[in-house]
Nanobody, 116 residues
Framework: QVPLVESGGGLVQPGGSLTLSCAAS?????????QGWYRQAPGKERELVAA???????NYADSVKGRFAISRDSAKNTVYLQMNSLKPEDTAVYYC?????????WGPGTQVTVSS
């Protein structure tokens, strides 16, 4: 069973919105102290987009502040990334991440393409 599975990616026009979901198996999200969304564009390094702590504190990359929102539904073991006002530079594979020492869990990723 894959520990983390992302969904919700796709093709969207500039200015559009998408909501990504990350479903966790078992108790990963209950044990990890933080969950995050990362992205990797072609030819670039993977970067942190947004993170949410067990207590609900959030952190965002400067490039997405005011446009993206991370949230968690603990009952559903799911973390979301609401993405608004999407730009072509948001095009990337988006990955869900949850560290549970000594293991770091990553999902397989979901492609987001912003293009007209």
């Amino acid at each position: 069973q894959v520990p983390l599975v992302e969904s919700g990616g796709g093709l969207v026009q500039p200015g559009g919105s998408l909501t990504l979901s990350c479903a966790a198996s078992g108790s990963i999200f209950r044990i990890s102290s933080v969950q995050g969304w990362y992205r990797q564009a072609p030819g670039k390094e993977r970067e942190l987009v947004a993170a949410i702590t067990r207590g609900g504190s959030t952190n965002y990359a400067d490039s997405v502040k005011g446009r993206f929102a991370i949230s968690r539904d603990s009952a559903k073991n799911t973390v979301y990334l609401q993405m608004n006002s999407l730009k072509p530079e948001d095009t990337a594979v988006y990955y869900c991440h949850a560290p549970v020492a000594p293991t770091t869990y990553w999902g397989p990723g979901t492609q987001v393409t912003v293009s007209s």
